[in-house]
Every structure is written in structure tokens, then in C-alpha cells.
């Protein structure tokens, strides 16, 4: 063995940097790992938090929907579903932000004693510790309402009730009380002394094409802020490792835009657009602006400023969209994110799924929107306006006419009908008898004149000439009259007649074609008779609907509901006179469950735009008829059909064997279909409150927005 040494130093020395070095190098790694392990977790945490972002979109206007419903408010129970606690609870539930794993999942992969190592899962129990108001506000959201939380907030609304203010802080409440008032002047476009209802306000910066981002458009907003932070409920129990960011607390608004329709087409159907069901392109058609369908083909070579849905939009080939090159079939992969990156806005062919924290929703009530007596009263609710009041067009009109009566039950002639209107802000009701006048006139008639006799007449009046039963008629004369053959001819040959006269009556009982019963409206005839009987004006009394009173029996009840589609036994309802609708200073709607015959020109005198609107002319009265079908002409079909304004559809998303709904398929009196050559379409939004009738359609978009703190600075206000 060769001789040598060993130096106890230089080895103890080398050893000790050893390590010193793999010591430095574990607590790098362990550091590492608990960097990554914090940042993986802050990750979850997000992820958890945009999850239950989503959920919130779906579950705020399903609970603000069953806030307006009979029995909101019976019990404690009831209510606590309704608040905003329950709210955030269970779009915990919907994100499954409680667990990585879902408990249904486990079971299915037969994992139920699996041990998790996700230090993400978590309880997530205190409510009040992940979600609050924005500070300095107390509870769980601050609602937007009678109070400005500052800079990087929505304007407020405003309401006079207080139970409506305490109840929106617990509850999201929806309700005609909540108004653009002062608080909200400086931020919407026009005067919240004329338009506290609606206004006009910036569309938002979502892709959901119903407007383009930032276009002014007809809405009210209501809005609910809050601050969200998932990883604070373990942060606060002490829980090692769960902070998952808890000095990252976030800023949202939640709101429910109430949108009345006012794009030209808005239809709640599966649709079919450019082409009419004999297969015949759309002609003479004009459409400016956005078009909503529920789902649609469009097709015949059209072309549309924009177009949305909610399930699906099949674009023929020669179909254009918007005035740019779309760059190909906007659902094929990467042609919506090469358009945007192009021209820097975002494609206008959209879909309400494509819109992350946003959801539109349509408020459709179908059938029942024509029927008011298809619904109970409503009580116990919590909102101050209930939903069928909200939703049902029916319920919503303020003049009522109803088919009380009828000869017997094989015989529906109507021998008896209410008017019910308001006077004083009262509604009151007017019981009509149909009984027979003298000598077999209808009801209503009196003498006035012997044969060849004048008479001077003001207003309008329904007068007769005739004797024996049998007489000529003449509606709505005013003036001077001279009951003679000459004026009316002669209904009775040799024989002495007479002249009878009854004040015009704005409805009547009529045969269709000799043959079908039904009921007359002249809508320029209701102004003079409101007056006749005291009731409140046409800015009050604006609207009417027309139904069928099948909700109690009797030997003379009406036993039946109407039909839809009709039916062969089913009233028509005759519209005529209504032309000329500017004595309706607010517009005028009409509403009814029958079959409609528009038998004449409908809205064809303009009027002076409203003061102040900056509305162009020619301006005429704001009008809407709503009606399950719909036919033009009475007697006589009409040569051609001009539209005007905006269409809609109630039919829902399938109509009937999935076949889709055309729109601009018009039927005449005689139940013939018009020539596609003989219709023409002029169709454009509504872009201002004052061109709203007073029935109108009624959508809500859903969206949930980030307030980033560097960008506003909360006031909390009152």
C-alpha cells in the first residue's frame, strides 16, 4: 500500500457545501411548488369563478321571473329561494365550484370512497364571505336604484315605492316602479321628464348581435353590483394552502336590460326569411337594420344589416350580412375570430350562445298572450308589477271588450257584450244588450225623421231608412242627412219609410261573408264615444282587446274557448275605420284571441312627430295589432298589401310538424294567398320610446360585467 493522508477539514469543509447546496436546492423546489401549487390554485379559483359567472346569467331572470308570480311572497320559505343568497348559492351548485369532481361522476366510475387531493375543493359554505356588496354598501348585492355608487357604474334607476327599493336590495326585482329619473338625466339620451319608461342607451359591448356594441338603442336597465371572491371563505377559516388569491377580490354588475322589441323583423319561431312557402324569392321587400329569429333560414338572395339567434341561422349562398365581406360561413372555425381581428368589431351574425356572460331572453307567453282569461289573479307576489301583467299583452290594455252573451247553446249569436274602459283612473264597465230596436232594427236605433225629412247630426252617427224591416244603413255620418230614396235608395218600394239614428257605436255584431258571425271594431269611432260616456281620453284609453267570456256557465254563456288556429265556429273580429288613428295621441293597440280581418287601411295619416323628439316626418301614431292570424280585407280582398313598420312572431320555436314559419305569406278575407308580386314590405326599426305602441313585445338581455377598481371610485352615495 502506497503511504498517503486524509484531511479531515477539506473533507468535513467539501461535505458541508454539499450540503449546504443540496439544502438550497430542496427549498428552491419546495418553493417552486408551492408558487406553482398557489398560482395552479389561483387558476381553479378563476376558472370556479367565471363558472358560476355563467350560472348567474341563467339563474338571475329565472328568480326575477318567479319574483313577479302569484305566491312569491306567501311564505318564508318561498321567498328565501327567491334572494340573492340563495342566488350565489346556487350558481355554486350550477359551477359545481364545491368539488373538481362531481358526486355523479364518482358514482358512474364506481369511485365513491375515492380520496381527493384537490386542494381547491372546498365547502364553499359562507355566502356571506365569498359574495357582498360593493363597499361601502351592506348585504349581498347593492342595487341600482334611488342612489349613485359613482364613477364606472350604470346610471340608476329610481322608484317612489318603498317596498319596491327595500325588496331590490334582497330580491331582483323587476318592475314598471323602477324609472329613469333624475339620477339617471346625464347618462341616457333623452329627457327622463318624457321618457322615464324607456329611453335610449348604449347597446353593450357583448358579441350578441340584437344591436352593435355601443349603438343607442330602446331599453331600461337594471342592475345589481356586487364583489366576488371564492377563495376568501378558506382564506378567513384559517384554511393552509386554500387562500386562492385572497387580496384578488373582483367587481361585477349583473343586469337585466328590458329590451321592447323594435327591430324590424323579431320573431319567436323557426323561421324562414327571403322565401314564401310556394317556394316564390321575396319581392318588393325593404328591411333596414337588425333581424332576430329564435331560428331561421335565410335564403332567396336577401340582404340584412344584421342578424341574431338563439339556436340556430342557416345562410343561403347568395344571402349577404352587414356591409363587409363576412370571409366565408361565419360557423365554420376561425372565420368570426379572422373578422374581428380584421376590422377590429365583431361579425354581425350572431348567436346568443356565442356570448359568454350574456343571455337574451324572449319573454313569450304564445297562446296566452291574446287571452286574458286564461290566467288567475295573482296575489302574494313580491314585485310591485306581476308577471302576467308583465308578459300578457291582454292584460295590458286598458280598454276591454268581451262576448258576455249568447242566444243559447246551439245558437252563438251574441246577444250581449262588455265595454269596460277607464274614467277617473277607475276601470268601469258598460253592459250592452243586443235585443232588436224598432220595428226589427238592431239594437241602439231611434226615430228621427219622417220620409224626406233633414236632420242635422253631430259627431258621428249610424243611421237607417227603411220601414217594415226593411232598411238601408249608412255609418259614421255627421252633418245634414235627408231621409229619402235618394240618400239611401229604396228599401221598401211603395211603401211609407222613416229615418232612425243611433249614436256610432265604436263596436257591433256582424256577418262575415253573410255567413260567419263576428265583431266589428271602428277604432276612429272610440274617441267621440269615451267622450259620450265621461270616460278618460285616448291618451288613457289606448288600447283594446277583444275576447271571448268563457269563464262562467250558463244556459247563455259562451261554453267555448276560441280556437287557434280558428275554427270554422270560431268570431272573426272585423277591423274597419282605422285609417286615420291620430285622436290617439300615445298610439293605439288592439289585442284579441279571434281570427283578425283587417278590412281597411290601417294607420295611414300622419301626424306631427312629438315635440321635442327629433323624430322625422311623415310620423304616424305608434300602433300594434296582435292577433293569432291574421287577414287582409273583408268583403272584398284587396288588390295589394303594403307593410309598414315591424313584424313579429309568438309561435314559439317549432311550429306546427317543424315546419318553419314564413313571415310575408299573406292570406286575403277570401283565405286566398296573395301574390308574392302584390306585397310590399317596407320594414325598419323602432328607434326612439315615442315610436313605441302601447302593447309591445318584451325581451331581457342577461349580462354579467367586470368593474375593474382602477377605473371608478365607489361613492356609495344616497
Request: contains cysteine; charged residues 20%; glycine residues 10%.
Amino acid at each position: 500500500m502506497r503511504p498517503g493522508y486524509v484531511s479531515y477539514i477539506i473533507v468535513l469543509s467539501t461535505g458541508l457545501m454539499l450540503t449546504m447546496l443540496t439544502m438550497s436546492a430542496y427549498r428552491q423546489a419546495v418553493l417552486s411548488q408551492e408558487v406553482q401549487s398557489e398560482a395552479q390554485l389561483r387558476a381553479d379559483y378563476a376558472d370556479k369563478e367565471d363558472a358560476v359567472l355563467r350560472a348567474l346569467v341563467n339563474l338571475v331572470p329565472n328568480r326575477a321571473i318567479r319574483s313577479m308570480q302569484h305566491l312569491s311572497n306567501a311564505n318564508s320559505s318561498t321567498r328565501r329561494a327567491l334572494t340573492w343568497e340563495q342566488i350565489f348559492s346556487d350558481a355554486l351548485d350550477q359551477a359545481n365550484a364545491r368539488r373538481s369532481i362531481s358526486r355523479p361522476l364518482l358514482e358512474s366510475v364506481d369511485g365513491e370512497s375515492a380520496v381527493v387531493g384537490n386542494s381547491g375543493d372546498a365547502a364553499l359554505g359562507s355566502i356571506g364571505l365569498m359574495f357582498d356588496a360593493i363597499e361601502p354598501e351592506s348585504g349581498f348585492v347593492a342595487p341600482g336604484i334611488n342612489r349613485s355608487l359613482g364613477t364606472g357604474f350604470p346610471v340608476p334607476l329610481q322608484t317612489a315605492n318603498d317596498t319596491v327599493a327595500a325588496r331590490d336590495r334582497v330580491y331582483p326585482i323587476i318592475s314598471r316602479d323602477k324609472i329613469f329619473g333624475e339620477l339617471a338625466a346625464a347618462g341616457v339620451g333623452l329627457p327622463v321628464t318624457k321618457y322615464s319608461g324607456f329611453n335610449v342607451i348604449p347597446y353593450p359591448e357583448i358579441r350578441f348581435g340584437y344591436a352593435a356594441p355601443g349603438q343607442p338603442f330602446v331599453a331600461k336597465r337594471n342592475w345589481w353590483a356586487f364583489s366576488m371572491q371564492l377563495g376568501e371563505h378558506e382564506s378567513l377559516l384559517g384554511s393552509f394552502g386554500r387562500e386562492g388569491g385572497s387580496s384578488n377580490e373582483r367587481d361585477f354588475v349583473v343586469s337585466i336590460y328590458e329590451i321592447p322589441s323594435q327591430l324590424a323583423i323579431s320573431a319567436e319561431a323557426f323561421t324562414k326569411l327571403g322565401m314564401h312557402a310556394d317556394g316564390t324569392p321575396w319581392q318588393n321587400v325593404s328591411i333596414e337594420g337588425g333581424v332576430y329569429s329564435t331560428r331561421a333560414e335565410v335564403d332567396g338572395g336577401m340582404h340584412i344589416e344584421r342578424l341574431s339567434g338563439r339556436r340556430g341561422l342557416t345562410l343561403g349562398n347568395q344571402v349577404t350580412v352587414g356591409d363587409r365581406d363576412l370571409g366565408g360561413d361565419p360557423f365554420e372555425p376561425g372565420v368570426r375570430e379572422r373578422f374581428e381581428a380584421t376590422h377590429g368589431d365583431f361579425l354581425p351574425v350572431t348567436m346568443a350562445s356565442e356570448s359568454g356572460r350574456a343571455a337574451f331572453f324572449p319573454i313569450n307567453r304564445g297562446k296566452a298572450f291574446f287571452d286574458r282569461f286564461a290566467h288567475a289573479p295573482e296575489t302574494d307576489v313580491l314585485s310591485s308589477t306581476t308577471w302576467n301583467s308583465y308578459s300578457v299583452g291582454a292584460l295590458q290594455c286598458a280598454m276591454r271588450l268581451d262576448v258576455t252573451e249568447v242566444a243559447s247553446s246551439t245558437d252563438p249569436t251574441p246577444t250581449a257584450l262588455r265595454f269596460q274602459y277607464f274614467k277617473g283612473g277607475v276601470r268601469e264597465s258598460l253592459e250592452l244588450s243586443l235585443g232588436n230596436g224598432p220595428d226589427g232594427l238592431p239594437f241602439g236605433y231611434v226615430r228621427i225623421a219622417a220620409e224626406n225629412e233633414s236632420h242635422v247630426f253631430e259627431g258621428l252617427n249610424d243611421v237607417a231608412y227603411g220601414s217594415e224591416g226593411l232598411f238601408h244603413y249608412q255609418s259614421g255620418v255627421t252633418g245634414t242627412v235627408t231621409f229619402n230614396s235618394q240618400t239611401f235608395g229604396d228599401p221598401n218600394p211603395g211603401k211609407p219609410k222613416e229615418g232612425y239614428f243611433r249614436p256610432s257605436l265604436p263596436f257591433e255584431v256582424k256577418l262575415l261573408h253573410e255567413s260567419k258571425l263576428s265583431i266589428a271594431v271602428y277604432p276612429e269611432r272610440l274617441p267621440g264615444f269615451l267622450a259620450a260616456i265621461g270616460a278618460d281620453g285616448t291618451e288613457v284609453n289606448h288600447s283594446l282587446v277583444v275576447n271571448v267570456d268563457y269563464s262562467t256557465s250558463g244556459l247563455n254563456n259562451p261554453a267555448y274557448k276560441p280556437a287557434i288556429p280558428a275554427t270554422e265556429n270560431d268570431y272573426g273580429l272585423l277591423l274597419s275605420e282605422c285609417d286615420d288613428l291620430r285622436a290617439f295621441s300615445k298610439g293605439f293597440s288592439l289585442v284579441t284571441n279571434l281570427r283578425l280581418y283587417i278590412g281597411d287601411d290601417f294607420n295611414i295619416v300622419a301626424t306631427t312627430p312629438p315635440a321635442g323628439s327629433g323624430l322625422a316626418s311623415p310620423f304616424y301614431p305608434p300602433a300594434s295589432l296582435f292577433a293569432p292570424e291574421k287577414r287582409y280585407g273583408t268583403e272584398y280582398d284587396p288588390f295589394r298589401v303594403r307593410i309598414s313598420g315591424q313584424i313579429g312572431h309568438l309561435g314559439g320555436e317549432e311550429a306546427a310538424d317543424g315546419q318553419p314559419v314564413h313571415l310575408l305569406d299573406v292570406k286575403m278575407g277570401s283565405e286566398e294567398a296573395a301574390e308574392a308580386s302584390k306585397i310590399n314590405v317596407n320594414l325598419q326599426p323602432i328607434t326612439h320610446p315615442a315610436q313605441l305602441p302601447p302593447v309591445t313585445m318584451m325581451n331581457w338581455l342577461v349580462t354579467v360585467e367586470e368593474r375593474r377598481k382602477g377605473f371608478y371610485t365607489a361613492t356609495g352615495s344616497n
